[in-house]
């Protein structure tokens, strides 16, 4: 996929993964990150050049396209952007925001760090790695389904992550009231 896949795609693939092995794609150079499976040789400027003109060629209708300058980490856009050219260019999208892959795994790391009890502070070091202003960091944050919270008595800001669909692993069993349900019917024919 062009050195770079949404780890959602591949979600119960990766769960199968053993350690040794997830080890081993790491020496040969495969990050599995926490949104993205990916290849950084691939995030290099002549690799992403590479797939633009790859794009380019097979997309050659497509001439709308807009590439990202050479450095920037993060893009804010009003403008609706083609998201799939936007990855093979290596930006993941948070709705008008465009982030670097590496540099949002590198957040999600630092976020990791600087998480205790399930709540974490914002520090100027996260801010600068994205390369946005602050106002543009919350939303972003929101985005990735981390909320703000204030502790009333101090007014300390923290953040915590509050997905927006929590997995239910208990599956509930409805009993239909409908009595004259034909498979209920049917389910009660015994064959001799």
Partial sequence: NNG?????????????ISKENRANLRKTG????????FLPKMLKPDAVNLRINLWKIYFQENKETTIPKSGLNFLHDQMKKNKK????????NFDNFY??????????????????????????????LIGCNKENFFKLLELMQYKRKII???????????????KNNKRKIVKKLNENNPFDKLAELRFR
């Avoid at 590198?106 to 996260?126: A, N, P, V, Y």
């Fill in 4 to 16: 770079i896949i949404k780890r959602e795609l591949v979600s119960e693939i990766i769960k199968n």
């Fill in 99 to 128: 982030i670097r892959v590496d540099i949002l795994e590198r957040l999600f790391l630092k976020i990791i760090e600087s998480t205790k009890d399930g709540k974490f502070k914002i520090d100027s070091d996260m801010i600068n």
């Fill in 30 to 37: 495969v990050k599995i990150g926490r949104y993205h499976i």
């Fill in 152 to 166: 009333k008595y101090n007014k300390e800001e923290f953040f915590v992550y509050e997905p927006k669909y929590k």
């Fill in 85 to 92: 050219f936007l990855l093979i260019c290596g930006f993941e």
